[in-house]
């Protein structure tokens, strides 16, 4: 180990592999898988983003809130100390970061501009990528 530590930054989290994701795959009902797996950012996300389009604004934010804490959650036990890359590229940390980006929709819809910044600066920080992979740019 180095003294120094990494002079770069902290290393990329990257999540294990959320087994409801491959349930949402398969065609599973979003409400069912999230009621099954209560802590997979991905079915919160899929449930917020489907909330969002049917202009269900306040349940995709509760939605999305929930995913995003649980992504908090999975992101800790991974080793994250709340700052460092969280990469689009790897597919388990999309549901943490598909959630981020529906409370931003969400937060903007609603017009609580603090936290929309705070989001957006959170999701650029995470990977510079995810903002444009996700439609929030």
Do not use: C
Not at 15 to 43: K, M, Q, R
Not at 45 to 55: F, I, P, S, Y
């Amino acid at each position: 180990m180095s003294l120094h530590g990494n002079l770069l930054g902290p290393e990329p989290t990257l999540l294990p592999v959320d087994p409801a994701a491959a349930a949402l795959d398969d065609g599973a009902d979003p409400v069912e898988v999230a009621a099954s797996n209560p802590t997979s950012s991905i079915a919160w996300a899929t449930l917020a983003e489907a909330a969002l389009a049917d202009g269900q604004t306040i349940a995709g934010y509760a939605f999305a809130r929930t995913g995003y804490h649980r992504g908090l959650d999975q992101l800790r036990r991974a080793g994250w100390k709340g700052f460092g890359p969280i990469p689009w590229a790897h597919e388990p940390n999309r549901g943490f970061l598909r959630a981020l980006a529906a409370l931003l929709r969400a937060a903007e819809a609603i017009g609580e501009s603090d936290e929309v910044a705070r989001i957006r600066t959170f999701l650029a920080e995470s990977d510079p990528e995810a903002p444009a992979a996700l439609g929030v740019n």
